[in-house]
């Protein structure tokens, strides 16, 4: 399968490494990053040591190949810039797979190009960007696949079967929103907070005011998905949420790396989301609230 990642971060990156030992891929990102790759090859290490050398560019107007698979892996407030110079790489059977954090990406997606192109998805997967050309990773986890319309096409099947032979243990879900959603309010819950503290997700368990904080930011959350008609259940979602600090309990949020590295956060597509939708449905949301100025405000300190 001829594949392209559009944002080659960390995620990006670890999956375009896995999936080249049988796919054609590409990665499309950050310049210091595609230089080191072309000079040196792509290293992971970590959960997977591996040493790829694949193409590399830091724009999209050098890829000349036309993709089966776009994996579009940018943060979530890069979305309608990157699928905008993602139009010209579409060939008629070219779909985009989202594998972003953030509850409006797919709306963003959808602006530009048809729907009946779009999947979406969602991973645990954890890694961290530790030089040019270098990953860390830091946890194995699972991935999760699906149609908008929650069907299990061919071309599904078919993206799914390559992740898995590539090592990327991969499912199917018929109802890929509501796995967005689930995501998006265990991130709500855990990456402000962390950001805010600057400390690891493990940290959250070992304060019992802390423990209470992720409680009520969750349960705030998740009454904004159930508004949006998302069959989610509090009780789940706190007891998933918890699930994900302890698995995680080393690691730090993907949030904190970028607002300590001096980057933008997906704060506004995470709770920044959840406070709109809830003002939207007239579901009280302070605590999400507090977390958007929280982070903002430290960020720009």
């Known amino acids: 399968m001829n594949i392209v990642v559009i944002g080659a971060g960390a995620i990006g990156s670890l999956f375009g490494a896995l999936l080249s030992k049988k796919n054609t891929v590409v990665l499309v990102g950050r310049t210091p990053h595609i230089n080191a790759i072309q000079h040196r090859g792509l290293n992971i290490t970590g ?3 591996l040493h790829v050398t694949l193409t590399a560019f830091d ?6 190949t036309t993709p089966d698979l776009i994996l579009l892996t940018v943060k979530s407030y890069d979305t309608a810039t990157a699928i905008k110079h993602t139009v010209p790489l579409l060939g008629s059977e070219t779909v985009v797979l989202s594998l972003q954090n953030g509850l409006d990406n797919i709306e963003n997606i959808e602006q530009v190009i048809e729907k009946n192109r779009i999947l979406a998805g969602v991973t645990t997967h ?3 960007f530790s030089n040019p050309g270098e990953i860390v990773h830091t946890g194995k986890g699972t991935t999760i696949l699906g149609e908008l319309n929650g069907t299990r096409s061919q071309r599904l099947e078919s993206i799914v079967h390559v992740f898995n032979e590539a090592g990327i243990e991969t499912s199917i879900s018929t109802d890929i929103k509501k796995e967005i959603w689930a995501k998006a309010i265990i991130n709500s819950s855990i990456n402000p907070l962390t950001t805010f503290l600057q400390c690891r997700n493990g940290y959250l368990l070992e304060n019992p005011l802390l423990e209470y904080f992720v409680e009520a930011v969750c349960t705030e959350s998740t009454n904004v ?8 259940l509090t009780v789940d979602m706190i007891k998933r ?3 994900v600090i302890t698995k995680t309990a080393e690691n730090y949020s993907s949030m904190l790396q970028s607002s300590q590295q001096g980057k933008i956060t997906e704060i506004e597509s995470i709770n920044g989301k959840l406070v709109f939708l809830g003002k939207k449905h007239g579901i009280p949301t302070p605590l999400n609230k507090i977390l958007c100025t929280l982070v903002t405000s430290s960020s720009h300190t």
């Open 47 to 49: 959960k997977n040591q």
């Open 126 to 128: 954890g890694a961290i």
């Open 241 to 243: 949420t918890k699930k």
């Open 225 to 232: 998905a159930r508004a949006e008609g998302i069959g989610l």
């Open 59 to 64: 724009s999209t107007k050098n890829v000349t």
